[in-house]
Each structure stands twice: as structure tokens, then as C-alpha cells.
């Protein structure tokens, strides 16, 4: 009877210590298995050629549902840009307005606007390209914002800089921002071509442009030709297309800072295009552009968008709907007509984020 009891006991006590090992490997591997760090863009496939549940295609349709709400007055922030001496300034619209996802959309689909932290943890280790005009620049902005503890004034002038480009890299966090000045479609074109040459492409790459083209162009049709060959270039992106037109390509030895390396270079990027927001004429600050740029041209526009099939699911692109958004919130959120509140591209961003969250089948958590 002694000899049995000692036997139990002991397999209590192997039973406790082993349940105690579990425990103890469990709390210190737990946070290497979040929702967020377990996301590595290049062990996903792009959505637009992944196979999509109808639950994850609806909550793509619901992500541009948002609402606005006032919390308060509408203010405007003054940023000095470049040299003392040339004393030039940018003025943004800093509203009173927010936003937020209608009630319906995140009940359904459980979006959530991310904190610093979480943003950081799900686009750790990326490389992400912002290419177009001054509403991409303002894009980049809002990641910024978001990312870094608060933008010091050394940085904003070289973000402001007037039709340049601009990088940052969080060395941390191995996370890098390009933007890139392309006011024109055609300039989005050769950017792409660029990539394709090089072998080498972004995790996330997101492009907008036609402001420039309506101003001073203004020829809708010509504006639809450009994105239809927009749409060949980064057709190129898929590896079956590189094999076909360059043939079998070396491996390109690794860039600064290790963000593009040989398991990369033939990776299509998460592609998304920030299109024409609500032009509102009447708040427009020259002649030229309350002639040029009318809400008969912006229709026109975005028409000419929709037929191109430069669009998920016809084409490579994402749209981040910044019209419906700012159409959402204007005249309050516009300081000039063109140009929108922080909170506007912010509701942008969250967009972007959260889409790529669908896409990697997570569901938006903290």
C-alpha cells in the first residue's frame, strides 16, 4: 500500500511540474504569437489573386463605410516649410470633425482604427511605396503620424518639401517609407517599370494621381488611356510575366538596410490607388483651378477610372475611395477645395491597414 502511494505522489507531482513547464513556455512564447507579429507580408499571397470567402469580400465592401461626427472647433495648422528664408508655409485643416466606422460595419466585421504599437507589430519588417501627388504626400503623412511618436520640426520640412521625394526608415522596427513625387500618371508608369526592371517591388505600394492632369491637361479620355497603360506595367509584376519578358533574372545582392533581399525580388506588393477627392470649387484658390477643376471633371474622372479596370476585381489595384470619404465630411473638412482634414486621411490609412489585415486572414484585434 506504501509503494502504490509513493507512486501516485509521485505522479502528482510529475503531473504538477509538468503542467507548471507548459505554463511557463506558453507566457514567454505567447507574445510571438499575437495576431499582429505573426503577419509577414511575404508569406502572403496579394488578395487580389488570393481566393476570397464571401465574408471576407463583404467586409472589404463595408470598409468605406464610416460616418463623421463633430468634436469640436474646426482649426487650421500652420507648417513653415523649407528655408527660413523663403518663409513658406503649408496650411492645414485640422477639423472638427472625425470619423468613425458605422455601427453595422463593426459589428459585422470588427474593424478597428490601431494604435502606434499594433501598427508597428503588422507592418514590421515592410517596405511600403507612396506614389503619386500632394493627397499621396498627405497619406504619408498620416502613416507617419501614426508610426512616430510625434513628427519633430526638424523632419515636417522635408516632408513638405515642395515636388520632391522623401524617406524614412524606423530602424527598430526594419520599416521603411518611400514617398515618391509622380504628379502624372505616366510618371506612376515608369515608376512601375522601374520596379520591373530591378526585380524588386515593395510589400505595399499605393498610388494616386490625376489632380495635375485635370489642371492642366484637363482631358478625361486622355486620362483613362494613361491608367490602361498603367495597368500593363504593373501587369509585369507577376512572376510568371517576368519569366516571360526578362527571362531568368540573377538574384540582386541586398540593398541598404535589408529591406529588399533575394526572397523578395519577385513578389507582386499589396497594390492599392488613392483616387480624386470631392472637389469643391467654390473654396478653390485661383481662377484656374475653379475653370478647370469642376465636380463635372471630377465625375468625369472617376468614370474614366472605373473603365480602365485598373480595379480589384478586373484589375491589380485596391481603391482607397478617398472621394466618398472626404464627400463624406466636406466643405468642413477642406481648407482649399482639394485638400482634406488630418482625420480624413487618417480614415485613409485605416482603410489600407485593415485591408490588410483582411488579407491576411486575421481578423482586426488587439
Known amino acids: 500500500m506504501a509503494t502504490r502511494h509513493a507512486v501516485a505522489c509521485n505522479r502528482v507531482v510529475l503531473l504538477s511540474v509538468a503542467v507548471f513547464i507548459l505554463l511557463l513556455v506558453y507566457v514567454h512564447l505567447l507574445p510571438y504569437f499575437s495576431p499582429f507579429s505573426s503577419l509577414g507580408f511575404r508569406s502572403l499571397k496579394t488578395f487580389a489573386s488570393s481566393s476570397s470567402s464571401s465574408s471576407r469580400d463583404y467586409c472589404l465592401s463595408c470598409l468605406h463605410e464610416i460616418e463623421w461626427r463633430q468634436t469640436g472647433p474646426t482649426q487650421i495648422s500652420v507648417v513653415r516649410v523649407g528655408e527660413a528664408a523663403a518663409n513658406k508655409t503649408v496650411e492645414r ?4 470633425r472625425d470619423w468613425q466606422w458605422k455601427p ?17 507589430q503588422l507592418l514590421h519588417g515592410s517596405w511600403i511605396v507612396v506614389a503619386g501627388d500632394s493627397q499621396a504626400r498627405f497619406l504619408l503623412v498620416a502613416m507617419l503620424e501614426l508610426l512616430l511618436p510625434s513628427i519633430d520640426e526638424h523632419l515636417r520640412p522635408q516632408i513638405f518639401k515642395s515636388h520632391s521625394n ?72 507577376s512572376p510568371s510575366a517576368s519569366n516571360v519578358d526578362s527571362g531568368p533574372s540573377e538574384p540582386a545582392a541586398e540593398e541598404e538596410e535589408g529591406f529588399v533581399t533575394e526572397k ?9 490607388w488613392l483616387n480624386l477627392p470631392m472637389l469643391i470649387p467654390s473654396l478653390m484658390q485661383t481662377d484656374m483651378k475653379r475653370q478647370k477643376m469642376t465636380r463635372r471633371q471630377n465625375d468625369l474622372y472617376d468614370e474614366q477610372l472605373h473603365r480602365s479596370k485598373i480595379l480589384h476585381p478586373e484589375g491589380p489595384f485596391l481603391l482607397l475611395d478617398i472621394r466618398k470619404l472626404s464627400g463624406g465630411c466636406s466643405p468642413e473638412c477642406s481648407l482649399d477645395g482639394i485638400h482634406y482634414s488630418n482625420a480624413t486621411y487618417r480614415a485613409v490609412l485605416h482603410v489600407l491597414i485593415n485591408t490588410l489585415v483582411i488579407a491576411a486572414h486575421q481578423p482586426p484585434s488587439t
Not at 485643416?93 to 472638427?96: D, M, N
Not at 517591388?201 to 486622355?222: F, K, N, Q, R
Open 264 to 272: 523578395n525580388l519577385l513578389m507582386p506588393p499589396h497594390m492599392f
Open 166 to 237: 522623401f524617406q524614412y526608415v524606423l530602424e527598430e522596427e526594419q520599416v521603411r517609407l518611400d514617398y515618391v513625387w509622380a504628379p502624372f500618371v505616366t510618371n506612376l508608369t515608369e515608376l512601375s517599370l522601374d520596379f520591373h526592371r530591378n526585380q524588386s517591388y515593395p510589400d505595399v505600394l499605393v498610388m494616386g494621381a490625376g489632380l495635375w492632369h485635370m489642371l492642366y491637361i484637363t482631358d478625361a479620355a486622355d486620362y483613362g488611356s494613361s491608367l490602361v497603360n498603367l495597368k500593363r506595367a504593373v501587369g509585369l509584376f
Open 104 to 120: 453595422k460595419a463593426l459589428e459585422d466585421c470588427g474593424f478597428r482604427e490601431l494604435g502606434r504599437q499594433q501598427a508597428l
Open 93 to 96: 485643416i485640422v477639423s472638427g
